[in-house]
């Protein structure tokens, strides 16, 4: 009996590879009366390397097969040249994109490769798998195979409709992210994507999704994370599959859409309004809004009509959107970056991703890096490093925004202060920009893991901002520190009230009223007034902090302000809160 093992090395703990589980699942179909046994093991670029082979060692694998990708593929390297030392006798294969498009160079590299399986590979590492186990007929007779001797004839296209469901045991796939795949190939050809290489879109059977998807809201998992390149691209596929999430929901589960938004209609619209809170997000790449960009990259959208859309999914308050932006494209330098970048911040998403153009092998900008001046890190992940347009200082620079965007715009932790810290700036960009050169001159850290830390931070950099407004700042960030924390001690930035005799009665008759006859925390039933008061918080204002964008102007009088922790907002995960 030969044992393969399909080797997967995952960015985080929560990741799992759907390529090797689809190869498995496919294979163990089409070979169930062969006497072989497929084992998957999967790993995170943060183990130690040793760990790993030795774990692969004491497996003692007949076959070992790596999926391979620009995040893992330092760590393969590191591991390739022991596992001959070590298993002698092992056949050991590639896959994947980032070894199928100069395999022949990785070959010539790893001498004692046994060859690399490119392009979809469920049918070719089957037939691998028969070839070894049955020792029958030649390598030669398998399509989809890049050998030392040469390449094979290429594999035809995966028939959707053939894919096994992968996912029947749920158990290994526990605080992990289930992703799902209801269509492949993408109809565009932006040109630092690789499924630009394939404009074929080929649809899995309605039926056989909804069947699947029904097995994922009835084991009510907690995310179900659609990997198609573009949701939408057919319009009545998306349409029935949205229709059947909304009239199938089960109140938990939440699925993820990579959409493009200027494809949206006016009937997959009305739909996502129906929606309840937090049942899909949805990733939409706008990547530049600078049209001479976009054309070079073979983006080709209504951007008047992108904005629209997006601002009507954020008017129905159910839907988180992340909207990407790429530094580094041609035509874009520090300036139109800068617009490219206040245009889609001036969109609200819920969070907004800052990237760096990747120039992945196989992809159509590769082919043109040297036409365009691209510069990029001859190490995965292939990142810019400068360009035509963009000279490295200002990779450097816009790599220091990135961080501030992440640690205080993509953590939704300061949705109330930024809005306000903002008009203190030209422009949301320009905020961005300065509280990074504040980090770097004062030296402070990026990845503290005190979350007060960072908040200390800002009230710091909005004082010496505007000193005179200190007060309103620090309302601000307590305010957006108790909508996610019920603290058990008040933070050092806070305003300290002093209360008196009578606000302190007010309090405790506040928590015998809804001890008995609750008007603000149903839910609460059966709990003593001592006991709400822990669960709960209530703390003073002076400036109307919780009007999220409207002027801030100090009140004559203290306001009082109620935060439950047991509601939450399903898009911020923000406290419920009331005026009392």
């Known amino acids: 009996m ?33 006497n072989v046994e497929i084992d998957i093991a999967e790993y995170t670029i943060n183990q130690n390397t040793e760990n790993i082979l030795a774990d692969i060692y004491r497996r003692k694998p007949d076959i070992a097969a790596f999926s391979c990708y620009i995040w893992n593929w330092n760590t393969i390297q590191g591991l390739l040249p022991e596992i001959p030392k070590l298993l002698p006798e092992t056949k050991l294969w590639l896959g994947g994109p980032e070894v199928s498009f100069h395999a022949e160079k990785i070959l010539e590299q790893y001498s004692y490769l046994d060859g690399i399986m490119v392009g979809e590979g469920e049918q070719t590492f089957t037939e691998l798998v028969r070839f070894y186990q049955t020792e029958e007929g030649s390598l030669l007779d398998i399509k989809g195979l890049v050998l030392p001797t040469g390449r094979t004839p290429v594999r035809e296209l995966t028939d959707m409709n053939r894919l096994p469901f992968l996912y029947k045991d749920l158990e290994r796939f526990a605080n992990r992210i289930i992703y799902y795949e209801s269509q492949r190939g993408c109809p565009f050809r932006c040109a630092y994507c690789l499924s630009a290489i394939d404009k074929s879109v080929r649809l899995r059977d309605l039926d056989t999704v909804k069947q699947e998807l029904q097995f994922f809201l009835d084991h009510k998992v907690s995310q179900v994370k659609f990997i198609d390149r573009t949701f939408n691209c057919n319009a ?43 049942l899909i997000q949805l990733e939409i790449g706008v990547q530049s809004t600078n049209e001479k960009t976009l054309h070079a990259i073979n983006r080709y959208m209504s951007l008047e009509h992108l904005q629209q859309v997006v601002a009507r999914i954020h008017s129905f308050h ?36 800052l990237g760096f153009l990747k120039v992945l092998k196989g992809s159509p900008i590769e082919e043109r890096a040297e036409e365009y001046g691209i510069v990029y890190n001859s190490r995965p992940p292939y990142e810019v490093l400068y360009s035509k347009w963009l000279p490295y200082d ?26 306000v810290l903002e008009q203190e700036f030209t422009s949301a960009f320009a905020m961005y920009d300065a509280l990074s050169q ?17 908040y200390q931070v800002l009230l710091e950099f909005a004082e010496a901002k505007a000193p005179a407004r200190k007060e309103l700042y620090a309302q601000l960030l307590t305010f957006d520190m108790y909508l996610r924390e019920n603290l058990k001690s008040r933070p050092s930035f806070s305003p300290v009230w ?83």
């Open 318 to 353: 159910n839907i988180h959107q992340h909207l990407d932006l790429i530094a580094g494209l041609p035509y874009e330098d520090y300036d139109s970056f800068v617009t490219s970048f206040n245009d889609v911040y001036a969109m609200k998403p819920q969070q907004l991703q």
């Open 438 to 454: 504040y980090y770097e001159e004062k030296g402070y850290y990026v990845n503290t893991p005190a979350r007060a830390y960072r």
């Open 394 to 419: 200002d990779v450097l620079r816009l790599k220091g925004i990135e961080e501030m965007v992440e640690l205080y715009y993509n953590s939704c932790q300061f949705t109330h202060t930024l809005p």
């Open 2 to 34: 030969k044992r393969v093992l399909l080797i997967a090395v995952n960015a985080k703990y929560i990741h799992s590879n759907p390529a090797v589980y689809s190869l498995k699942a496919y294979a163990q179909a089409a070979l169930e009366n062969l």
């Open 236 to 278: 009545v596929h998306a349409l029935s599959i949205w229709r059947y999430l909304l009239e199938n929901d089960n109140g938990v589960t939440n699925f993820h859409f990579e959409i493009a938004a200027d494809l949206m209609t006016e009937e997959e619209l009305d739909i996502l309004k129906q929606m309840r809170p937090g």
């Open 498 to 580: 002093q209360q008196n005799e009578k606000e302190k009665e007010q309090i405790r008759a506040f928590y015998r009223q809804e001890a008995q006859k609750p008007q603000y925390l149903e839910g609460y039933e059966g709990y003593q007034p001592q006991q709400l008061m822990k669960m709960t918080h209530i703390e003073y204002f002076t400036y109307s902090v919780w009007e999220e964008n409207t002027e801030m102007t100090q009140m004559s009088e203290k306001v009082t302000v109620l935060f439950d922790y047991q509601k939450r907002n399903p898009l911020t995960y923000d406290a419920a809160y009331y005026l009392i």
